[in-house]
């Protein structure tokens, strides 16, 4: 079974910045993916980005330029490193994994695409 424990969320004030991370275990071996999300009060749950395990990665248009996804296989952690924070940053956010990807990183950004989910860390971006 798939467990994943995400850390690093908080509040900062805008232009600040945040790392999050997130701790899997149970995951098998390789060809698996990894993702965040987000999800804001009355909103849908979106993509933020997703790695797959060759490090190619996909984002958001909203955080490209602005945030960082990277994936430690030997360690089974993944983090997502969020610079120049915006108010719309705002959400709680996912650490996801789905168990096999085999097509391209892009194809992985949809909840659905996604098996295993951690129980959310709070970010908060407010002056």
């Known amino acids: 079974q798939v467990r994943l424990v995400e850390s690093g969320g908080g509040s900062v004030q805008p232009g600040g910045s945040l790392t999050l991370s997130c701790a899997a275990s149970?995951?098998?071996?390789?060809?698996?993916?990894m993702g965040w999300f987000r999800q804001a009060p009355g909103k849908e749950r979106e993509g933020v980005a997703s790695?797959?395990?060759?490090?190619?990665?996909s984002y958001l248009d909203s955080v490209k330029g602005r945030f960082t996804i990277s994936m430690d296989t030997a360690k089974r952690t993944v983090h997502l490193q969020m610079n120049s924070l915006k108010a719309d940053d705002s959400a709680t956010y996912y650490c996801?994994?789905?168990?096999?990807?085999?097509?391209?990183?892009?194809?992985?950004?949809?909840?659905?695409?996604?098996?295993?989910w951690g129980q959310g860390t709070q970010v908060t971006i407010s002056s």
């Open positions: 790695i797959k395990g060759d490090g190619s990665t």
């Open positions: 996801a994994a789905r168990l096999v990807c085999t097509l391209d990183v892009d194809q992985y950004m949809g909840a659905t695409d996604f098996h295993a």
């Open positions: 149970g995951l098998p071996a390789m060809p698996y993916c």
